[in-house]
Nanobody, 120 residues
Framework: QVQLVESGGGLVQPGGSLRLSCVAS????????MGWYRQAPGKQRELVAR???????NYGDSVKGRFTISRDNAKNTVYLQMNSLKPEDTAVYYC??????????????WGQGTQVTVSS
């Protein structure tokens, strides 16, 4: 009922920047929190950043001061600006959204993921 499509991943050198985008579409009534998670090989999925419908934010400790999450409610889109990237940021980044659909059911949705590789 809801699709999340990420874009903006790729290969970047250490110290570089990338901007991820995630667009939600489908039978959306309202979107509550949206966020980004990541999973590196052999590791558990972890929170990167999360933003509420009122634009309150929280970040994983490892990205504070380097990453910025934002959203455009009119476009059902969430962004992740990643600066000062490090090799340890290499992971698949997943978009997440807490959505109430037009049938009034509320659920958690995930995108397919986008690869971010930080390497020289």
């Amino acid at each position: 009922q809801v699709q999340l499509v990420e874009s903006g991943g790729g290969l970047v050198q250490p110290g570089g920047s990338l901007r991820l985008s995630c667009v939600a579409s489908g039978n959306i009534f309202t979107i509550y929190a949206m966020g980004w998670y990541r999973q590196a090989p052999g590791k558990q999925r972890e929170l990167v950043a999360r933003i509420t419908s009122g634009r309150g934010t929280n970040y994983g400790d490892s990205v504070k001061g380097r990453f910025t999450i934002s959203r455009d409610n009119a476009k059902n889109t969430v962004y992740l600006q990643m600066n000062s990237l490090k090799p340890e940021d290499t992971a698949v980044y997943y978009c997440n959204a807490d959505v109430r659909v037009v049938t009034m059911l509320r659920d958690d949705y995930w995108g397919q993921g986008t690869q971010v590789t930080v390497s020289s």
